[in-house]
């Protein structure tokens, strides 16, 4: 019981005050992906501590042993103890309909989020394979429109799409930003990192760890790309061209955030900022490895604190 009670107070404290602060912090600007681990870490910490706790009440099992085929049969056995009587019964119900809930809605969430992404992607590109045409020189896709706008469409192709129009007002050092900064997106995986989040916001729209989550993270990416185009072209073409293409509203299936950051992404460009120190770098992964690993420790605790004692404890 004890454990079941320290995972979920663990995961309802790190899901909001935890969440909070992160958001709050400054530090995620200066190092967008470590930020963007940061964000990952809470959202499978609280997933993992739900899970695990309503795991640990269901069974009320002190993993004291490491024999599976004992813990099994103690598993077993205190389910059968558990509903012998009316408030065990209804405390290991509610605790496995936790865990039932929980576990069923997170996977539909991601593979909701991941097949209509999918879906979009295939039917923008059929367009696409209809009215654009290719640059061979550039590799992107050249679409005839009055708006200049640039964005990338992974999956099949991992397809760059330029309007007509971008290619007429950037600038040749500008474009090639451009480029850098959508290439940077598709080798990054960045669209999986934002439908991992969209998927947890679309299972828990409540929780305010993944709605929050979900916004920020599409914001780093956005940083984090324009690092990567940054260590390649100036930092003044890639402002330029953020503003040459501000107005510019991408498909769906896009993957082209950038409205939603657009000061932050203009302001970190033109202002200088120092990068974080090695220790503080060091210090951080740290406390994203800690967030993680915290769940399965407070899980196996009893085992730790009674190790070499080959039993298990009903609480």
Partial sequence: MIVAVTLFGYA???????????????????????????????AVSVVSSIVLGAAALSVRLHLESTDLAEIFHICVTNLRKAYATPGGAVTTTVALAVLAIVSTRTVWGLAATLRQAARHRRRQLQVLDLVASRDAELDVLVLDHP?????CLPGRGHSIVVTSTALAVLSRDELAAVLAHERAHLRGRHHL???????????????????????QVRRLVELSADDRASCQHTRSAIANAILLLADATPPAAALALGSEAIQLRLERLTE???????????????LVIAVVLAPALVAVLPALIAAGIDYCGVG
Avoid: C, K, N, Y
């Fill in 12 to 42: 309802a404290l790190i899901a909001t005050a935890g969440a909070w602060l992160l958001r709050e912090a400054r530090w995620p600007t200066r190092a967008p992906m470590l930020a963007i681990a940061a964000w990952f870490a809470i």
């Fill in 147 to 151: 708006a200049p706008a640039a964005f």
């Fill in 193 to 215: 990192l934002v439908a991992f989040f969209d998927g947890l916001r679309r299972a828990f729209p409540r929780i305010p760890v993944f709605v929050w989550g979900s916004v």
């Fill in 272 to 286: 200088h900022q120092t990068p974080l120190r090695r220790g503080a770098r060091g210090t951080l992964r740290g």
